[in-house]
């Protein structure tokens, strides 16, 4: 039985969003724990039969992550990972504080070898109708160059594991995909992965284009990145609606793309992808947005349990290991 373990208190819009989101989960196939206060879990429970593991703490979303690992060890999204690490879950869902999901992460999980700096990688529709991955997406601000280069095998890893990939694409985003540009960490970076045996393409700029299937970046970067690619997503959809309804035939328009609008919405959309699983900890865990609603938690645990079905940790030690071995 494939067990995942769901922060029931992590996020924005929790309990609610997470308990129906486990509900819908649920009903697609999946089989859920709650960790968190059941008093505060119940209500959203409705008729449906759910496990949860009643614990009164929980990881505050401003808590700096080095409070919670020192005071919040009993909180709901590390007793969720506990339940990975004995073996009674096979994943972990959190749309709590990402900081302290990385450090617990860590904590509790442990590091698989050789990675020395987890990361957080998240999914993206590129235009040549694949998925690119960026990696790192926010977990580590400040990298050296060796951090790099391990996200560059745990990218690799992952693409042929998650994704089938026979020889992924390694791109390093930087400002211009010139020889000339960057700064000394992307420089350093890029004279490394040329003696890599990776298929590393060189610098790009465009996460969306296609040419790469995985980005890699520092966490301050990456993060910067995806901020304003969300945001961009988001002014896209809020102008189109306002210029749509402002005459009759642009109404009539948007009825008959109404469809077409509808797939473009879900492709753009990180609640239709769920989550973005942290690479380098030994065990699934997938950390979502803080405003994750039910669907966004769904498509989470429904992640989590396909890379558990797939066997895609054990897969990905192999591949690293193989790497660390050549």
């Known amino acids: ?173 930087n400002n211009g995909e010139e020889e000339t540009k960057g700064n000394e960490l992307t420089s350093k970076v890029h004279g490394l992965l040329k003696e890599m045996p990776l298929n590393y393409v060189g610098f790009v700029e465009d996460i969306y284009d296609g040419k790469a299937d995985v980005v890699l970046s520092d966490g301050f970067v990456g993060n910067v990145a995806l901020k304003i690619s969300e945001g961009i997503v988001e002014t896209f959809f809020c102008f189109l609606k306002e210029a749509l309804e402002k005459g009759l035939r642009r109404k009539i328009g948007a009825l008959l793309l109404r469809d077409a609008l509808g797939e473009l919405r879900r492709k753009m959309d990180f609640e239709e992808i769920g989550g973005a699983p942290l690479l380098g900890v030994d065990g699934i865990l997938i950390i979502c947005h803080g405003r994750s609603g039910e669907r966004a938690i769904k498509n989470a645990i429904l992640m989590a349990k396909r890379y558990a079905e797939e066997g895609l940790l054990e897969a990905m030690k192999e591949a690293l290991r193989e790497s660390k071995e050549a």
């Open 1 to 173: 039985m494939v067990r995942i373990a769901l922060d029931g208190m992590g996020g924005d819009l929790a309990p609610e969003a997470t308990v129906k989101g486990a509900v819908l989960a649920k009903r697609e196939g999946a089989e859920v724990v709650i960790v968190g206060n059941k008093e505060r879990i119940l209500p959203f429970l409705g008729a449906e039969e759910i496990e949860i593991l009643h614990t009164e703490e929980a990881v505050g979303m401003d808590e700096a992550p080095s409070y919670a690992l020192r005071r919040k060890r009993g909180s709901s999204m590390n007793r969720a990972l506990e339940l990975v690490k004995m073996g009674y879950a096979k994943g972990c869902v959190t749309a709590g504080n990402s900081g302290a999901a990385l450090a617990f992460g860590i904590f509790t999980l442990g590091r698989i070898e050789p990675i020395d700096r987890p990361a957080i990688t998240t999914l993206h529709p590129n235009r040549r109708g694949g998925v690119t991955i960026l990696i790192d997406a926010g977990g580590n601000v400040d990298c050296r160059p060796m951090h790099l280069v391990q996200f560059a095998l745990m990218g690799d890893a992952f693409m042929r594991c998650a994704y089938k990939k026979d020889n992924p694409r390694i791109g390093l985003l």
